[in-house]
């Protein structure tokens, strides 16, 4: 049987995909406000986009949803509180099913759920392609995002619109540093799952207890000695260690992220005793000697704890608020590209 084009991780994507895709999301914001470009003004109509969310969400759904309806298409959001999704041993109606008939009435799923298992076997019942809107493990869309924003804050606009204009390809970015300052959760997953791949350095510091999963670990391992060994091939470099500030050092870009993640609210209280000292500060990234003109990052939402307001709220630092609106240029290339446009 014919098999919907899935998308739901970074990690099975070709590098020239992931920056053809940040082209094009670079290519509707700059066309902005004649978002999409006119040959592809209809190219969703009379297509439904089912949003199957068992968790919540601001900037995921209005960006899809506007994202879907500005290429002619109708966006459906099922909260899991709405449909009858459930454990079948409790009375609700399991995966299997659900996947079965939202996939044989709509064109495409985009999924936020828990365990990323739940969202393979929604992919392996669904005959509508699936788009992961989040899961425990990944965070893809997210990860575009922030990738376009970082090609932002590193080429700047001027060279961004000359090389979207002319068609040309984005280059690598060779030599930029990104310091992940956090939790071993789904969004350093999805970046380690591609960054690298793009010529970015990363270096990760999570607290002890809290290491980044053998699976993701194991890629980026086997990944960069690929790259080794492909003539003009880049793979960016990946350290790992407890301290935050050894992870700054040089980074031209700082990133964190919630210390509780969706799901993990039973922990709220030992995970904030052992993040002691992970919170962002211009203290911190000068005690690890981050680049002078360093930037900062989060998927957004904000908890107090991971950063101070300083360096959140700081508009020669934090990108936060364009790296959110990237997510809508980015859901617009991502579903243009899954429902087969350009
Ligand atoms: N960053 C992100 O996915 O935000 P939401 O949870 O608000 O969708
Ligand atoms: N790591 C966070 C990201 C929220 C957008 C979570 O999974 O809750």
Not at 13 to 22: K, M, Q, R, Y
Not at 166 to 178: H, I, M, T, Y
Request: aromatic content about 8%; overall charge negative; hydrophobic content about 40%.
């Amino acid at each position: 049987a014919h098999k919907p084009n899935h998308f739901l991780t970074l990690k099975t994507l070709p590098p020239a995909t992931i920056l053809s895709l940040v082209h094009r999301s670079l290519a509707f914001k700059h066309a902005h406000p004649h978002t999409p470009p006119a040959s592809n003004t209809n190219m969703l109509h009379g297509k439904t986009l089912a949003l199957l969310f068992t968790k919540k969400s601001t900037r995921t759904r209005i960006s899809a949803e506007t994202a879907w309806s500005s290429l002619g298409g109708h966006p459906m959001f099922l909260g899991s509180n709405d449909i009858q999704l459930g454990d079948p041993a409790k009375g609700g109606e399991s995966w299997r099913d659900t996947a079965t008939v939202v996939g044989s009435m709509v064109d495409a799923v985009f999924a936020r759920l828990g365990d990323h298992k739940e969202i393979e076997e929604l992919a392996q019942y669904s005959r509508a392609p699936v788009i992961n809107a989040l899961t425990a493990k990944y965070h893809p869309m997210q990860a575009l995002a922030d990738i376009m924003t970082i090609y932002e804050a590193t080429l700047g606009e001027r060279v961004l619109k000359e090389i979207v204009s002319s068609g040309e390809d984005l280059p690598r970015l060779e030599g930029v540093k990104v310091a992940w300052v956090g939790d071993a959760n789904n969004i350093i997953n999805s970046l380690l799952v591609s960054l690298p791949r793009l010529g970015i350095h990363v270096s990760v510091a999570t607290p002890a207890g809290y290491e980044i999963d053998a699976d993701i670990k194991e890629f980026v391992a086997v990944e960069g000695a690929r790259a080794k060994n492909v003539a003009g091939d880049t793979y960016g470099t990946v350290s790992y260690t407890t301290d935050p500030s050894v992870a700054c050092n040089g980074a031209h870009i700082i990133v964190t992220d919630t210390w509780v993640s969706m799901g993990q609210e039973a922990d709220k209280e030992s995970k904030l005793k052992d993040f002691a000292g992970y919170k962002v500060t211009e203290a911190m990234a000068k005690l690890g000697n981050a680049h002078p003109d360093w930037k900062f990052m989060h998927c957004l939402p904000r908890k107090l704890e991971e950063v101070d307001d300083e360096v959140f709220y700081n508009p020669d630092r934090s990108l936060v608020f364009s790296e959110a609106e990237n997510r809508k240029w980015t859901a617009i290339a991502v579903f243009e590209h899954v429902m087969g446009g350009k």
